[in-house]
């Protein structure tokens, strides 16, 4: 008795796969089959790069541009009996926040909503008043990233997103105008606040939403600004691993209390991830039926293969190869196909990935631009991430899929009567 797998099997079944002229029918099928095989995979594995570049430069917007925790007061009553909405404690509370293990950056932070006015144009702003230091750590709006001019000159100018500055029609050493209701009272009521400041810097965080409304304004202006002198609106801090943050809670709500309350990153955009969770699913699913469908090509081929072999399977079988052999080699005819366009597949997919910008940029190109809304979307390109599970999972589905259905035809022809397959030869 031979052993599994043997050599002469090999060699039989990628015989039969080179189908010769007058058997065409069998050498398409395998062909369409392989085709389809290798789309469906391809399709997959780009998908699954797709969905992890698109999640992880999401939240890599979300966590270099805004904090991990925002910390906010849960109000005091000065001696007067007036509701004190700020920390009138800041600093002190600042520095007791860095010192909680696990924190990287904690900054002090005054808020408010404005109009920003310049050449005509008004849009809505929403003000971040941050010390320049503060400014310069924060990862997608400080030093190293992607902004024109310099936060040298922050503490006389205002720091602008670039989708603002654009809608606006300004550049660096422009002027804007901050228009705020919230200014002196009169005896006619509560008169707008009404300031120009020069635009000393224009940043892109990478997401939309915040380049088209964020204005930051040096700290100490923008509580004079906004009628907060002495206080600030919240404490901005970030921690090293903001995946894990529910595990800060504790600690934090121990060092800002007993007016502290706490706001973390997956509250503010908890519903959107776990919608991209069930979107992940779900075109999981959907890829995995449509390669499902590409693999169950092979049982037909397969099952020509064995029709038009019958004779080869009789003359086989009388020559000594067991049902086990002949399994085995209709077996390698399937998964030959399987691996190979799964190889084809994967291979195909990564090199998409891997060159997605220029991809995409040409397909924009030759639509006429408009592809990519970043206003829809809130990041600006189509990102792609190669992970090693999800390109392994796609790849797994497809063999385990190949090498299963391909037991059943193949068994099929195990089990053909010899004596039956040569009669009418």
Known sequence: MTRPFSGFEFLIAWRYLRARRAEGGVSVMTWITLLGITVAVFALVVTLAVRAGFRAEFVDTILGANAHVSVYPVGEVDENGNLIRGFTDYAALTEKVRT???????????????????????????????????????????????????????????????????????????????????GPKTAFGQAPRVKAYPVVYIFTAGRFDIDKVRVYLPFAEAQSFFNREGQADEIEVMVADPDHVEAMTDPLLGATSPNGSLWTWKQSYGNFLRALTIEDNVMFIILSIVVTVATLNIVSGLIMLVKNKGRDIGILRTMGLTEGS????????????????????????CLFALYIDPIFSFVNYWSGGGVWDPSIRGIYNLPAQLQLGDVASAAGLALGLSYVITIFPARRAARMNPVEALRHE
């Not at 808020?111 to 003000?127: F, K, L, Y």
């Not at 670039?162 to 804007?176: F, N, P, Q, Y």
């Not at 390698?332 to 190979?340: E, W």
């Open 326 to 349: 002949i399994l085995r080699v209709f077996f390698l005819c399937g998964a030959f196909t399987g691996t190979i366009g799964t190889v084809a597949g994967v291979v195909l997919g």
């Open 100 to 182: 909680v293990p696990g924190v990287t950056y904690a900054a002090p932070m005054v808020r408010g909503q404005v109009m920003v006015s310049a050449n005509d144009q008004v849009a809505a702003g929403d003000v971040h008043g941050m010390a320049k230091a503060d400014l310069e750590a924060l990862p997608r709006i400080g030093t190293g990233s992607k902004a024109q001019g310099s936060l040298a000159d922050y503490d006389q100018g205002v720091a602008l997103g670039s989708e603002l500055a654009r809608t606006l029609g300004v550049g660096i050493g422009d002027k804007v105008k901050l228009i705020s209701p919230d």
